[in-house]
T-cell receptor, first 113, second 113 residues
Framework: DQQVKQNSPSLSVQEGRISILNCDYT??????FLWYKKYPAEGPTFLIS?????DKNEDGRFTVFLNKSAKHLSLHIVPSQPGDSAVYFC????????????FGTGTRLQVTL | DSGVTQTPKHLITATGQRVTLRCSPR?????VYWYQQSLDQGLQFLIQ???????AKGNILERFSAQQFPDLHSELNLSSLELGDSALYFC????????????FGSGTRLTVV
């Protein structure tokens, strides 16, 4: 049972444009969400997070939007840069019960010149 | 260097064998998590330890076991290996059980032949 879903395995975006990565979840107990970025031969690195009490969080070029009613979150990268090419994982946690993160399957982003 | 050290980086072994994967958490982190990433899959949570004690368990097979030692390093033991156990195994650490900004190691790639 995949509680966190990233339905787009890959995405290609031109340099300078906006990248939008999407994530859906099914567990209504999830109240904290994160995005991780992974380069080949490296472990995932934390990128940005959002609590369910907010609907938006920004950090530089990265913005995460949360739509609780739709159980949907998205990561916007503006402007996209070639160095952003990586696999992006969405993750979620139920802070009330356990600290483990539940991850999606990832979206491979390629930023082209 | 993320501060989380995993050894070995690569491991090739035969079916039926037993292997031990090692993880040293980032300095100051008390919580260690193990995740498995099979081909085209997300990171599947295996087990969490906090300050030497098991804190949470995921879909970890009975053939797998883990422990966290007094110096906080952790080992994941995989026995009676099957072809389907071939995967990337990631260790992550965090300061406490409620901190979700995990720091991941670069992983151990296990190939069972």
């Amino acid at each position: 049972d995949q509680q966190v879903k990233q339905n787009s395995p890959s995405l290609s975006v031109q340099e300078g444009r906006i990248s939008i990565l999407n994530c859906d979840y099914t567990n209504s107990m999830f109240d904290y969400f994160l995005w991780y970025k992974k380069y080949p031969a490296e472990g995932p690195t934390f990128l940005i997070s959002i609590s369910s009490i907010k609907d938006k969080n920004e950090d530089g070029r990265f913005t995460v939007f949360l739509n609780k009613s739709a159980k949907h979150l998205s990561l916007h990268i503006v402007p996209s840069q070639p160095g952003d090419s990586a696999v992006y994982f969405c993750a979620a946690a139920d802070t009330g019960t356990a600290s483990k993160l539940t991850f999606g399957t990832g979206t491979r982003l390629q930023v082209t010149l | 260097d993320s501060g989380v050290t995993q050894t070995p980086k690569h491991l090739i072994t035969a079916t039926g064998q037993r292997v031990t994967l090692r993880c040293s958490p980032r300095s100051g982190d008390l919580s260690v998590y193990w995740y498995q990433q099979s081909l085209d899959q997300g990171l599947q949570f295996l087990i969490q330890y906090y300050n030497g004690e098991e804190r949470a368990k995921g879909n970890i097979l009975e053939r797998f076991s883990a422990q966290q030692f007094p110096d906080l390093h952790s080992e994941l033991n995989l026995s009676s290996l099957e072809l389907g156990d071939s995967a990337l195994y990631f260790c992550a650490s965090s300061v406490s059980g409620g901190n979700y900004g995990y720091t991941f190691g670069s992983g151990t790639r296990l190939t069972v032949v």
